[in-house]
């Protein structure tokens, strides 16, 4: 035992002296000292949102610099507002606020607001298309909650409906489904991650976007392989052999789940930021694409029997967390939220996908050397593809 104490001793040393270290740069300020004398601050504001009422404008704006920053006039469409903010005009660094402007915005028009701040420096946000911003009522959940019940829970569940056919598929049948259902996961990781890589660049900079991204898409990732080797564990504790495919049905519709969590949320704040008529796009294309996420989910237990309160477990928790996304994007939309959730439907992509391709046959003329699996492979990008097209 004394051993170990004298270890953790040493160990807090380091840690001790390093507090030490900050609370000393912190109080002499160096930096400050070499500053020029009146030199002006560097000044980043960040608009992350804007949210529209009868009373007007509300902007959540953070300071992204390193200097105080106060918010000194506030112009609507080039003409000076009167506004106040919740939490003070003055700003330090990472310091929030949310500015009200009672501006009388007019539906379905476009308007710029901009914060002057005392140095004179503007910093714009646009609304390209100014509707009320929903609010939590029970009417605003319902119709989020059906949105995603049609994006999310029907499609998976149409696809389930396929069991009967996928029952009768031979090997070789087998394999090209899962390359088709492959290809089509293959076009979502990429999608994903250009969307999330283009949402972090968009973050303010001290989120350190790009970052956040991949460290959240790669704890995804290793999420779904523990969980796997925790519950195949579990199942050699309970002395069953084989592989069971049920194991990685669960993680394929973790997966999935994770991914259209991220899908309501796109469709959500389509809504919320005054895109309907993109929100009603996603809908049918999200719609049409998450019909084979079924397929993902029923093929590795094809030739097992499973019951029906598993397929249908597997298709709740593939499909109903659209139905948070939704109400997360619609209510409480945030950038960071929505980089956070493309990286982890990434990462559980891409491990769902790692675990499709080690179900197809291996052999000189199977697997992906084949070119019925070619085929199926280009088939499911090429219908990602056209599905894409139709989203824009």
């Known amino acids: 035992m004394q051993p170990n104490r004298t270890i953790v001793l040493w160990a807090a040393i380091p840690l001790i002296l390093l507090a030490a270290l900050v609370v000393a740069i912190i109080k002499l300020s160096p930096a400050e000292r070499m500053r020029p004398a009146g030199m002006p601050p560097v000044e980043r504001l960040t608009i992350s ?6 009373d007007g404008i509300r902007l959540s704006v953070l300071n992204d610099g390193p200097d105080p920053v106060t918010i000194a006039q506030v112009t609507v469409d080039d003409a000076y507002w009167a506004f106040t903010s919740e939490k003070g005009n003055t700003l330090n660094h ?14 379905g028009e476009a308007h710029l607001v901009k914060l002057l701040t005392s140095t004179g420096t503007p910093f714009e946000h646009e609304i390209a298309v100014a509707v009320e911003t929903p609010r939590l009522t029970a009417a605003h959940l319902g119709s989020f909650a059906l949105i995603g019940l049609y994006v999310g829970v029907l499609p998976v569940a149409l696809g389930l409906a396929w069991f009967p056919v996928l029952a009768r598929l031979g090997r070789r049948g087998l394999d090209v489904l899962l390359a088709i259902t492959i290809g089509l996961l293959a076009f979502l990781l990429v999608d994903a ?3 999330g890589l283009d949402g972090a660049a968009n973050l303010a900079e001290s989120y350190q976007g790009a970052a956040l991204f991949v460290g959240a898409a790669v704890a995804a990732y290793l999420a779904l392989e523990t969980i796997g080797q925790w519950l195949r564990h579990a199942r050699a504790r309970r002395n069953e052999s084989g592989e069971s495919g049920a194991v990685l049905a669960l993680l394929i519709a973790i997966g999935i789940g994770l991914h259209n969590f991220g899908e309501g949320l796109a469709i959500g704040a389509a809504f919320a930021l005054g895109e309907a008529a993109l929100g009603t796009l996603l809908i049918v ?3 049409l694409h998450n019909t084979t996420e079924g397929l993902a989910i029923l093929a590795p237990i094809a030739k097992e029997r499973p019951s029906m309160p598993l397929l249908l477990k597997l298709g709740l928790i593939g499909g109903a967390p659209t139905i948070a996304g939704a109400w997360l994007g619609g209510f409480v939309y945030s950038p960071v939220a929505a980089v956070l959730c493309l990286a982890l439907g990434a990462g559980a992509i891409a491990q769902v996908v790692h675990q499709l391709s080690r179900q197809i046959s291996r052999g000189p003329s199977a697997g992906f ?3 019925p699996v070619m085929l199926g492979l280009m088939a499911g990008f090429a219908v990602m593809y056209g599905t894409g097209m139709i989203v824009g």
């Open 193 to 195: 991650v250009d969307e």
């Open 369 to 371: 050397a084949s070119a």
């Open 94 to 107: 990472l310091g929030s606020t949310t500015v009200h402007v009672p501006y009388p915005w007019v539906a």
């Open 285 to 287: 294309g999200f719609t």
């Open 49 to 54: 949102r804007a949210t529209l009422d009868s």
